[in-house]
C-alpha cells in the first residue's frame, strides 16, 4: 500500500502534469488567436471583426466607384471614332492636271455616325466639304468617293 507522502507526489506529479499541458493549450490558443486578429491594428476579436468590416466597405465602395467609371468610359467609347477611312482620288482624270491630292475621309462611331469630309484640289483652288452621317447614310447626295470611303469604314467597325 502507498504512504500518504508517496499519494502525496503521485498527485503532485499529475497536477503538474495538467499545469505543463494547460499551458501548452493556453500558448497555442493564444498564438491562433494573434493570427486570427489579422495584425498589429487590432488588439481583441470584436476590433478585429470592426477592422474587416471597416475594410470591406473600402472595398464595396472602389467596386462601385469603378464600375460607375467604367459605365462611364464605356458610353464615351461608344461615342468616339472607331473608323477611319481615306480614298484619294483625281477629279480630273484625262484633262491630265490633278493628280491624286483629293481625298474623301470618312469618321464613324460604332453606331455609324460621324462625317465624311471631302477635298477637291486644283491647281487654282481646293474645295472642302462635310456631310453628317447617320447609321452610315447622309442626306446630303454623296460622290463615287464620298460611297467608297463610308463602305470602307462601315467594313473596318465590324472587324
Not at 476590433?47 to 467609371?69: H, N, P
Amino acid at each position: 500500500m502507498l504512504s500518504s507522502y508517496e499519494i502525496d507526489y503521485i498527485l503532485a506529479g499529475v497536477a503538474a502534469f495538467l499545469i505543463v499541458l494547460l499551458l501548452a493549450w493556453a500558448i497555442r490558443l493564444e498564438l491562433r488567436i494573434r493570427r486570427l486578429l489579422a495584425g498589429e491594428h487590432t488588439k481583441d476579436i470584436p476590433e478585429t471583426v470592426a477592422f474587416l468590416k471597416k475594410s470591406i466597405a473600402t472595398l464595396d465602395t472602389f467596386q462601385q466607384e469603378t464600375e460607375d467609371y467604367l459605365h462611364t468610359v464605356e458610353r464615351r467609347l461608344n461615342k468616339s471614332i472607331q473608323a477611319v477611312q481615306t480614298v484619294r482620288f483625281n477629279p480630273f482624270k484625262g484633262m491630265g492636271t490633278g493628280g491624286n491630292q483629293s481625298f474623301a475621309t470618312t469618321l464613324l462611331d460604332e453606331k455609324g455616325n460621324g462625317v465624311v469630309i471631302s477635298s477637291l484640289y486644283s491647281n487654282d483652288r481646293v474645295s472642302v466639304f462635310a456631310k453628317p452621317l447617320t447609321k452610315a447614310t447622309s442626306t446630303y447626295e454623296l460622290s463615287g468617293e464620298e460611297s467608297e470611303s463610308i463602305t470602307l469604314a462601315k467594313e473596318a467597325l465590324k472587324k
